[in-house]
């Protein structure tokens, strides 16, 4: 296999010498010029702009619109469909959870689940109503697939039905965790065929009579990201199938993608936690002497760089992988499930360095680890994961 290119610019040399930057393994340095200079203006941004302002709506369980108009007009709205490498997209989703993890998270799957699937399984008049809106983050979307009694057993279970009756289809049942659910333009529903009984996509505006949207409230992290129940007792043109999405293969194949973006989610989750561990280690004093002259705070620092080395070590490989198109629902279910709980484990590390502040989100380590409880569990458990990387692993199915 081929070495990567390396790129090494003046910036990129300031950050191998800095030592507090997170990017310990200079994944970066392999980016093309371009790119390297795009990554380091999403990371000035949202550095400036996204990490303190998103505490409060994060503690009031707001969506400010704004940010996310502001970033789309940085392109993150269209990191799917721009041509941009897997490397360039993974480490702007890291960038983005550093400063933000509710953000990324919707970011991450407006670009995976619903762009992605509109590009690759709609029809080419779907792709010119919804995706240059969407590409803007003008307009927004919900992925419609898990339901109050069906979650990790979605692929059998899907109990919302879609009926083709006189060129129309009715589609009637309930959505639950859907993000966005309650602001988005346009929601991909998946619905059984009460025909030939398959999983099927279909594109449904959300200001069609009978989709009804309420939030669910009292999350204890990703308080950023509108979830939602979502009931639907609805018709819709036959026009809104999505041609390609004709099965449950369909959903998966972007699952796939999706759990690797979670990775990449722990990947900046990991570098928030540093960089809020390590300057409250050096700035706060206990006996006299700054908390990083502490052994065991050291050990602890120590533990969260080399659980983000690990991480991002792994991440890059299975980029390569990804470009190659190689990446496998295995490789892509041990990596969430992984660096998800490595995440949970830093974040806990972080918690403790901080004291009794590392419980109280405006010191961002308690937002960040309520965040990181919430991606361990989305796009597939942990544990479903770990099954399903399991069975890959053994030949064996452990789900029942
Ligand atoms: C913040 C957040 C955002 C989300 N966003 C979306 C979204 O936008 N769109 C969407 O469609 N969905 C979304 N989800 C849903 C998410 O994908 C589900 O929560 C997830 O798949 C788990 O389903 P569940 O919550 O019903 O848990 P359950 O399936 O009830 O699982 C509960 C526990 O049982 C375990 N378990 C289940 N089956 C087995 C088994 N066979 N063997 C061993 N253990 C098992 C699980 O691992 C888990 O630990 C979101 C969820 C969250 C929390």
């Known amino acids: 296999m081929p070495p990567r290119a390396t790129h090494t610019s003046a910036k990129a040399k300031t950050a191998q010498s800095s030592n507090n930057h997170p990017d310990l393994l200079e994944l970066a340095r392999h980016l093309s010029a371009a790119e390297f200079g795009r990554l380091h203006e999403i990371e000035t941004y949202v550095q400036e702009n996204i990490r303190q302002q998103s505490v409060e709506p994060w503690n009031q369980e707001a969506l400010p619109v704004e940010m996310l108009h502001r970033l789309g007009d940085l392109g993150l709205g269209e990191l799917f469909t721009d041509g941009s490498s897997q490397l360039f997209q993974g480490l702007a989703h890291a960038a983005l959870a550093r400063a933000d993890v509710s953000l990324s998270s919707i970011i991450g799957i407006h670009n995976e689940l619903i762009v992605g699937t509109i590009n690759t399984l709609g029809s080419s008049e779907q792709r010119e109503r919804w995706l240059p809106g969407l590409k803007r983050l003008t307009t927004l979307g919900a992925f419609c697939l898990t339901e109050p009694d069906h979650g990790s057993d979605i692929a059998g279970g899907l109990a919302t039905s879609a009926t083709l009756e006189g060129g129309h289809w009715r589609i009637r049942g309930s959505k639950r965790w859907i993000g966005l659910g309650t602001v988005a333009d346009v929601a991909v529903v998946w619905a059984r065929d009460t025909a030939d009984h398959q999983i099927k996509g279909f594109l449904v505006p959300t200001d069609t009579p009978g989709y009804q949207a309420q939030k669910i409230t009292?999350?204890?992290?990703?308080?950023?990201?509108?979830?939602?129940?979502?009931?639907?007792?609805?018709?819709?043109?036959?026009?809104?199938?999505?041609?390609?999405?004709?099965?449950?293969?369909?959903?998966?194949?972007?699952?796939?993608?999706?759990?690797?973006?979670?990775?990449?989610?722990?990947?900046?989750?990991?570098?928030a936690l540093f960089d809020i561990a390590r300057s409250y280690a050096v700035t706060r004093e206990q006996f006299g002497k700054p908390l990083a002259s502490f052994q065991l705070i050291q050990v602890a620092l120590a533990t969260m760089a080399g659980n983000l080395a690990v991480s991002t070590a792994f991440m890059g490989e299975l980029t390569r992988l990804q470009e190659e198109g190689r990446l496998t629902m295995l490789r892509a279910s041990l990596a969430k499930a992984?660096?998800?709980?490595?995440?949970?484990?830093?974040?806990?590390?972080?918690?403790?360095?901080?004291?009794?502040?590392?419980?109280?989100?405006?010191?961002?380590?308690?937002?960040?680890?309520?965040?990181?409880?919430?991606?361990?569990?989305y796009e597939g458990s942990h544990g479903i994961n770990m099954l399903i990387a399991g069975r890959d692993l053994t030949g064996v199915s452990a789900f029942a």
């Open 218 to 271: 009292h999350k204890t992290g990703l308080r950023i990201m509108q979830n939602a129940e979502v009931e639907l007792d609805l018709s819709v043109p036959e026009s809104a199938l999505m041609p390609k999405a004709t099965s449950f293969a369909a959903t998966s194949e972007g699952l796939r993608g999706s759990r690797a973006w979670v990775g990449w989610q722990a990947v900046g989750a990991q570098q």
């Open 338 to 377: 992984t660096l998800t709980r490595i995440a949970r484990e830093s974040a806990a590390s972080a918690r403790d360095v901080l004291g009794g502040n590392g419980i109280l989100s405006t010191h961002e380590v308690a937002k960040i680890a309520g965040d990181i409880d919430a991606i361990f569990t």
